[in-house]
């Protein structure tokens, strides 16, 4: 039989602002916010069918005999969540960056619902690290993250959901750590640069001549990126 998958995904609203006071100095500050609150079940359902439960996840009776239940619900009555970071960017030369930032996240999933498929923390991230920038056009960045979750103790808290939404008690002690390092190498240009492209022919038949004199000509378009 066909099933559908019913849920409800979050409203996402993201904001930055990055403030240069001098030439040394960069300060960032990003933030998002999610609406989590709107994913309240996961359903499977008979295709076609509506997921309607009542808040203790039994099913809710319309009456109608024709009507299929829902196969299986998982409830997750999430709630809203966002963060918070500030970073920080120190400039020796033109060219060599050190930068640092610092952020918080908070927790969206209650107690109540919270299982080892889809965990979720308050934490801290932390965060440093160098960028250099060979030419214009190439840069390369070396840092280190770690992210601080705190530990949940959910033992005892778990919701007793009833048929449909009923599984095993998944209430216990929940701890995590996270540290990674992120090595990247960057290459940009420009493809609308359009001093660029009404030069390219002219580039062209320069490049020509400089091979025929043994030398090299760059070409202003193209492009790579590694992560």
Sequence with gaps: DKVDLVQNLPDVFRFGVALRPI????LRVDGDFHRWSLFQNQCIVSEGQPCEVNDDGSEIDDGDPNTPPPRVNLPRRWNDAGGVRLGVSVFPSDDFEVFGLVGYDSNAIPDETLDPALTDFDDINVGAGVR????????????YHQFIYISRDTTGKYRDFQFPSNGPDAGGKYSQSIGFVNLNVQFTY?????GAQASAPKSRQAAK?????????SNPLGGLSAF
């Design 132 to 143: 250099y920038r060979f030419v214009d056009e190439l840069a390369a960045a070396l840092s």
């Design 209 to 217: 001549g400089q091979a025929a004199q043994g030398q090299t000509a």
């Design 190 to 194: 420009d493809l609308f640069d359009e």
């Design 23 to 26: 030439d040394l100095l960069e």
